[in-house]
């Protein structure tokens, strides 16, 4: 039996629960008593607005002798459109209601049912960007895919660059909390410099082998351009500000200056430029510009390190590259002179090298002759004759060694 409305409206009678009210009521008057929720609210407009709605298309299509039963006036009260309905929650006096409206799932609720797909991204965009505002990576990862339909149903008025900022921020959410398999796919959907930055920021945090070529090969079965990626990675890291120069003092005293953290982070990252042999060349370039800075901050060993991250055939494959790609046609000349420059830091490195190794042995590695003994008997001097033959042998064999040495280093500084 339906309950009378006046009976209802009365504050003396027990509201029952929304869910038992819409076989009873038809009006809002009635049912927003029982709204606890801003989703309460939210439901009761609408209901009450399909059933004016549909009452309204019945009577329209009803025979002018057909009698129709007279409704409340309040009936006919209820907002008929969205935008009407959302004004008045929008002026809901209850703070529960005002507070669950200006959460994100219910605002962006209001922006879809409104079919406002622009105000829609611009209110997103607003969030992602307000430093003071933080999304969870499962809010980011909802209002990226909700971009990425939207932008699917090509709308023309689309701002995209706020559609890309949304996604990207996505992505770096993704980098920062380690899902590394995924961000290669999502960064295939926005620009190419943004795919770049985005992958490359994603790139420099790994440092395992087999973890760097899984997320290369993530990146190219999304379409990523690899070695763009990978030369902006060895660039970015190339252009760090080192924040300990290392021991001072031995630059100015013109001793080997130690490696520093960030100097081994350089050293490490000419990996990325290895894996693939059609990057060879962009290997060879950047180590050239790595080994030089480190020689001039005479740290010798950091720059040896470097020079041995590049596979030694590395000159052979290029040439052969070349060769297939232009056939008879000389290597470029930006190309030939960073294979010398090349050629030149192995002689230069293998001349410091042979250098030091004669200094040790020159100055470390000298026999020193026998001592004469305190007494001159004949056992003394029998003693004395075996040590000194001892060391005649070893001074020639010292004298040897560092003639070849001496050899080396010679050749080495008079390569063409």
Known sequence: VMMPPLVMMSPLVMMPPLAMMPPLVMMSPLLLPACQSYLDYTWAYFKVMVDVLMEQNLRSLSHNDEEVEDLPSEYWNTPFTPEAIFREIDACPSPLIQKQRQEYFYQVQKMVILNDMKGLV?????????????????????????????????????????????????????????????????????????????????????????EQ??????????????????????????????????????????????????????????SWLVFEESQREEAIKQGNGLIRAFLAMRKHMAAREVFLKIPPNSIEVIQRNW?????????????????????????????????????????????APPTQPLQNGFSDQLALEQKLKQYHVEIGRWEEVKCTLISVSSSICTLP
């Not at 960064?187 to 420099?204: N, S, W």
């Not at 050629?343 to 042995?361: G, P, R």
Request: with cysteine; glycine share 6%; charged share 30%.
């Open 122 to 210: 611009t209110l997103v965009h607003g969030w992602v960007v307000d430093k003071n505002k933080t999304l969870t990576i499962h809010q980011l990862r909802f209002l990226s895919h909700l971009v990425i339909f939207i932008t699917g149903l090509g709308i023309e008025e689309m701002e995209e660059e706020k559609c890309t900022e949304i996604l990207e921020a996505f992505i770096r959410s993704l980098t920062r909390s380690g899902y590394h398999s995924l961000v290669a796919l999502y960064a295939a959907r926005v620009d190419f410099d943004r795919q770049i930055r985005c992958y490359a920021e994603l790139l420099e945090g790994i440092n395992v082998t087999d």
């Open 213 to 270: 070529k899984r997320c290369l090969d993530l990146g190219k079965e999304a379409g990523l351009d690899i070695a763009a990626i990978t030369k902006s990675v060895v660039e970015n890291i190339r252009n760090m500000d080192p924040e300990d120069v290392g021991d001072v003092s031995a630059l100015e005293l013109g001793r080997e200056v130690e490696i520093t953290k960030i100097d081994r982070h350089k050293i490490e990252v000419i």
């Open 323 to 367: 060769k297939m790609k232009a056939g008879s046609e000389p290597l470029p000349l930006a190309l030939s002179n960073d294979i010398k420059e090349y050629s030149c830091i192995q002689a230069y490195l293998d001349a410091i090298d042979a250098f030091n190794e004669w200094f040790v042995h020159f100055h470390n590695k000298k026999p």
